[in-house]
């Protein structure tokens, strides 16, 4: 155990650790994937009330993926008013996660921002191999700016946002709809995100083992996703490796400190803000990967949400 760990977050690791189940790089994905389903259910506290939730479908009639499935959540006592609108990508390595485990965490972002939160059900690994979780990202921000109004939504103030794997396909995302002049970003928010899967840096070394996300699991969820080792190289999968990262939208990126991931969240800021780019970035001191869908167990879930909140309503200084 890492001595900067939280009181609360190094409990909550030592009964991780007496429980002594399988770890989720340990069983089959079917396995995983029920497993993960649970470890959210267990920590998420109750279910905010939002003004609506819709599920929404994006047909792609020429697309080999077929159709996409969204869910739209406008926040409690919004009315007919047209919202700023989030799209938010959900973690899991690219091989877990779905909507329905993440739906307590869209309903609180969308209550604290104030702003709408679209929820994309993208495909996952190893079914849909890399770049296919791009690949939809990308289709549904482009649906997104252009049926924007007729869902009451602002299509100009469109933000995009993930955490873990889901932090990476925003940052992907963003350099798409940049390269592509458009759709225009009011901001990027990546928390914890795997931005360079080339990388070995410090933090992987020091936090790899015993601190929930583990290096090997890091090594499955890759190896889950990318066809080949040189996948690794493609800049949507590893963003830090675009040529340039000039004209990206203001970023917030959220990081844990006691997360194997933390060093690349911190070279991904020190990136942009070299090239000109806008970054606000926070440390949870004491946190470990995937605390902020935690909201029974960790009080900085909900601090999170008020960084982000006040990235979209403010300018990022």
């Not at 921000?141 to 469109?158: K, T």
Request: hydrophobic share 45%.
């Amino acid at each position: 155990m890492g001595m900067s760990l939280a009181p609360r977050t190094a409990e909550w690791l030592a009964m991780l650790h007496r429980i002594d189940a399988p770890r989720l790089h340990e069983l089959p994905v079917a396995a995983a994937r029920h497993s993960y389903d649970k470890l959210m259910y267990a920590y998420a506290g109750p279910k905010e009330a939002v003004a609506s939730v819709a599920e929404l479908r994006l047909e792609r009639r020429e697309h080999e993926g077929g159709a996409l499935t969204v869910r739209l959540y406008r926040p409690a006592g919004s009315g007919d008013e047209a919202l700023p609108v989030l799209l938010w990508l959900h973690g899991g390595g690219w091989v877990l996660g779905s909507l329905d485990n993440y739906d307590h965490w869209c309903r609180a972002l969308a209550n604290a921002c104030g702003a709408a939160v679209c929820a994309l059900d993208y495909r996952l690994a190893p079914e849909h191999r890399f770049p296919a979780a791009v690949d939809d990202t990308w289709f549904a921000l482009r649906w997104l700016a252009r049926e924007a109004s007729s869902l009451g939504l602002d299509g100009g103030a469109i933000s995009i946002a993930g955490d873990s794997a889901g932090g990476t396909l925003a940052a992907a995302t963003s350099l798409l709809a940049r390269d592509a002049g458009g759709p225009t970003l009011q901001r990027q928010i990546l928390i914890y995100p795997a931005v360079d899967l080339l990388g070995d840096y410090p933090s992987a070394q020091r936090y790899g083992v015993g601190h929930f996300l583990e290096q090997d699991a890091l090594h499955w969820f890759a190896h889950q996703y990318l066809e080949t080792l040189a996948d690794r190289e493609d800049w949507r999968a590893s963003p830090l490796l675009a040529d340039n990262h000039a004209g990206l939208p203001p970023t917030l990126i959220i990081n844990a400190e006691c997360d194997p991931l933390a060093d690349q969240g911190m070279a991904y800021a020190r990136v942009l803000e070299a090239c000109g780019v806008p970054v606000r970035h926070v440390v949870h001191v004491g946190m470990t990967h995937g605390y902020v869908t935690m909201f029974k167990l960790f009080d900085e879930a909900r601090a999170a949400l008020g960084e982000i909140a006040r990235a979209l309503q403010a300018p990022l200084v």
